[in-house]
T-cell receptor
Framework: DAEITQSPRHKITETGRQVTLACHQTWNHNNMFWYRQDLGHGLRLIHY???????NKGEVSDGYSVSRSNTEDLPLTLESAASSQTSVYFC??????????????FGPGTRLTVL | AQSVAQPEDQVNVAEGNPLTVKCTYS??????LFWYVQYPNRGLQFLLK??????LVKGSYGFEAEFNKSQTSFHLKKPSALVSDSALYFCAVSANSGNTPLVFGKGTRLSVIA
């Protein structure tokens, strides 16, 4: 069955370290998204991609970067981790062209703690 | 800019009673509207969506939502709540023009009491 996976599921790191969170989907979806979930804020969009080599900034993109070299993967990199980036991170993907907001399918999440 | 408001952080309902989780939105043009549910330590799961057509949308697990354009609302409803419906519910909106991604509300925690 097609799915979307995230790794690692849990990560503890130190302030200033570079961290990469992986997201892999086998739906063959064009669109992929990264969100962070924090109490009181709901889900906030970090970065998104509408296809290979396409990336766009979301609402809370500072301190994060993504690259899309193939359809299946959209890794999220924290260039220099900060305590404010302690959060639960969700990856999602959707079908459709030109960013049409079709149903998004979410991964299980990565809980990141920055000490 | 588009936005979503879920005015209640927490909704409590007795098992067997009807439930409503409220959502209002703001968007330029016509909206695409979604409801998602999140169970503990899980990702979000799609419940239902409104794109166009009938204002009453039926979704998974017996949930439905009514699109009200004049009140800019998209409230989630279920005729008879189950304890297993206890979860975090998110409303999301996007404009139906251009490449605008979804904007999510802050979520409403539903607690169904036996």
């Amino acid at each position: 069955d097609a799915e979307i996976t995230q790794s690692p599921r849990h990560k503890i790191t130190e302030t200033g370290r570079q961290v990469t969170l992986a997201c892999h989907q086998t739906w063959n979806h064009n669109n992929m998204f990264w969100y962070r979930q924090d109490l009181g804020h709901g889900l906030r969009l970090i970065h998104y991609s509408y296809g290979v080599h396409d990336t766009n900034k979301g609402e809370v993109s500072d301190g994060y970067s993504v690259s899309r070299s193939n359809t299946e993967d959209l890794p999220l990199t924290l260039e220099s981790a900060a305590s404010s980036q302690t959060s639960v991170y969700f990856c999602a993907s959707s079908t459709g062209t030109s960013g049409f907001p079709d149903t998004q399918y979410f991964g299980p999440g990565t809980r990141l703690t920055v000490l | 800019a588009q936005s979503v408001a879920q005015p209640e952080d927490q909704v409590n309902v007795a098992e067997g009673n009807p439930l409503t989780v409220k959502c209002t939105y703001s968007v330029s043009g016509n909206p695409y509207l979604f409801w998602y549910v999140q169970y503990p330590n899980r990702g979000l799961q799609f419940l239902l969506k409104y794109i166009t057509g009938d204002n009453l949308v039926k979704g998974s697990y017996g949930f439905e939502a009514e699109f009200n354009k004049s009140q800019t609302s998209f409230h989630l409803k279920k005729p008879s709540a189950l304890v297993s419906d206890s979860a975090l519910y998110f409303c999301a909106v996007s404009a139906n023009s251009g490449n605008t991604p979804l904007v999510f509300g802050k979520g409403t925690r539903l607690s169904v009491i036996a």
